[in-house]
């Protein structure tokens, strides 16, 4: 076993106690490669992918990665759905110390811009779905910026083959890295202004997979099926790391679809399932069949704060599953920080940080409140670099989110006497609609550019499904601005999962008798019978959308 890729045991970090195996996530695949060899990590897409064969072909990725100048500290992008190539760019991109931004698939128009452009990457690695996007990049952006597409799009210039990653070419350097060495960018909505992008280490997806197999109990013969994207910390955690880290095999699709959902778990031969939040609603109103309890699964991982309370329940009698709720955010390291783990199960709450972190309960001081006190929820990591470096481009935010040394998570709960954490919503400027986080800012700054807008607000209202979708309130400065028009401006400017549901025309807004601010809260609970519901008039968004 060499010494460059499992540390000496003098310099490893504990864990609870225990020496860490592996500080980085290139030296976690290299071990597991030797010892499991051409067995199946991973099938993506319906294509496998063996332990060695990832070792093997990220190796390839990274030669020539060198060879186009990323060094260690640059950053590779990417924009793609699950597939193969996302894997071999992530841990190629990673093999030379440089950091992998992997940008949510559904981006297009300004979002993608701005959030590519915040990336610094000179290479970015797109699938055939999302090609066509690359076109109305700016030039400037253009000019700068290598780009590969996988399979089966067919590259035409300036666009290159991701096969051209995978040819023979001369094996790069190794870096030294270090557990606090930066590895991925994960562009997760904030309070205010457009998404941040968080700064993760090596060692937090280390730590991720610890926990992973910890909550879930795992062993060598389970496998995990998740549709979960792997441009968020869930689709990584999930689908590649926690099952690597703990010897398993992870079928994962390109998107979740409720009508060949069981199907699919049946033919992976699945004892671990993911549908968090809404997915675990609309599995659970799905109808009833014979098959429901004909699979494998033994458990699943719940993120329950915001789905109809009934939801849980009835999936577990329904489907024979047993399910330990989890709370976790990009910023502390990701999913499982917190968790109600099997036997310790407390109703209604998302669970104990089991030695993982600190958790207070915040007021607007940072005082740390009373058991069953609503307040913001704050975290402090117990292991080193298990939680965000920090902020991309953005220390002034970096330094907010972790004042008093607390890490503000945006999110509302309370405590009991025993620890046990009760999520109870999301600040008010912080919406999540079906699994994504978005900003209501970054929602109203589009808004407002339109020409015939004066003023816009946009809140979070309940889904039928659970979560929230997006509602907006209007001062229009051109009587004649329609419904239509506005959503026609948000589908060619942001991600359909941003578009807003609902619009509502309004004079003005409840203001603060001071300062004339907009009081939020009462807007959100300003009743218009006559709001415009957009599934009413114009149907369903999908990622194929205009916007998508």
């Not at 990701?334 to 958790?359: F, K, R, T």
Request: with cysteine; proline share 7%.
């Amino acid at each position: 076993m060499e010494t460059s890729d499992i540390q000496d045991a003098s310099a490893r970090i504990q864990i609870k106690g225990r020496s860490a195996r592996w500080h980085d996530m290139p030296a976690l695949l290299r071990d597991k490669a030797r010892v499991h060899g051409p067995r199946i990590l991973t099938v993506i897409d319906g294509r496998p992918l063996a332990y060695n064969e990832l070792d093997r072909l990220s190796d390839l990725v990274a030669g020539h990665l060198h060879a186009l100048g990323v060094r260690e500290g640059a950053c590779v992008a990417s924009l793609m759905f699950n597939c193969v190539e996302q894997v071999l760019g992530w841990f190629g991109t990673n093999k030379l110390g440089a950091v992998w931004a992997p940008l949510n698939a559904s981006l297009t128009g300004d979002d993608l811009i701005y959030t590519l452009r915040d990336t610094g990457a000179k290479v970015l690695i797109v699938d055939a779905e999302n090609a066509g996007k690359v076109a109305s990049l700016p030039a400037e952006m253009l000019s700068g910026l290598t780009v590969f597409v996988g399979p089966p799009a067919q590259p035409a210039a300036p666009i290159r083959s991701f096969q051209d990653l995978l040819k023979p070419t001369t094996p790069p350097p190794r870096p030294e890295l270090r557990p606090g060495s930066p590895a991925l960018i994960l562009y997760s909505g904030g309070t205010t202004g457009m998404p941040k992008g968080v700064v993760m280490p090596h060692f937090a997806f280390i730590c991720a997979g610890y926990r992973y197999g910890e909550v879930l109990q795992t062993t060598p013969e389970d496998c995990h099926y998740t549709t979960l994207p792997m441009f968020h910390g869930s689709g990584t955690q999930f689908g590649i790391i926690g099952p690597m880290l703990n010897d398993m095999t992870s079928v994962m699709d390109r998107r979740f679809s409720v009508s060949s959902y069981w199907e699919r778990v049946r033919q992976a031969g699945a004892t671990i399932v993911d549908p968090i939040g809404t997915m675990m609603t609309v599995l659970t109103q799905a109808p009833e069949s014979p098959n429901d309890r004909n699979h494998k699964v033994r458990i699943s991982t719940g993120v329950n704060g915001q789905v109809p309370e009934w939801v849980p329940a009835r999936f577990i009698e329904r489907f024979g599953i047993q399910v330990v709720d989890i709370y976790g955010s990009t910023e502390s390291g990701g999913a499982m920080l917190v968790s109600n783990q099997l036997g310790s199960q407390v109703e209604g709450a998302v669970g104990h940080p089991n030695g993982w972190s600190q958790i207070a309960i915040l007021d607007a001081n940072d005082n740390p409140v009373p058991p069953g006190v609503v307040g913001e929820i704050g975290m402090r990591p117990t292991v080193p670099f298990s939680f965000m470096l920090g902020y991309h481009n953005n220390p002034a935010k970096s330094v907010e989110a972790w004042r008093n040394l607390w890490l503000h998570t945006g999110d509302l709960g309370r405590v009991d006497e025993a620890g046990n954490l009760f999520f109870v919503g999301r600040q008010v400027h912080w919406l999540r609609r079906r699994g994504e986080n978005i900003s209501a800012y970054e929602i109203e700054d589009i808004v407002s550019r339109h020409p015939g807008v004066e003023e816009c607000i946009a809140v979070g209202v309940p889904a039928e499904l659970g979560e929230e979708d997006v509602k907006i309130f209007v001062i229009a400065r051109d009587p004649t601005l329609s419904h239509s028009e506005i959503i026609d401006w948000c589908m060619s400017k942001m991600a359909a999962f941003k578009v807003p549901r609902y619009v509502a025309f309004v004079d003005d807004f409840p203001r603060s008798a001071t300062k004339r601010e907009v009081e939020r809260n009462k807007v959100k609970a300003m009743q218009i019978p006559d709001a415009w519901d957009r599934e009413v008039h114009m149907g369903r968004l999908s990622t194929q959308s205009r916007g998508n």
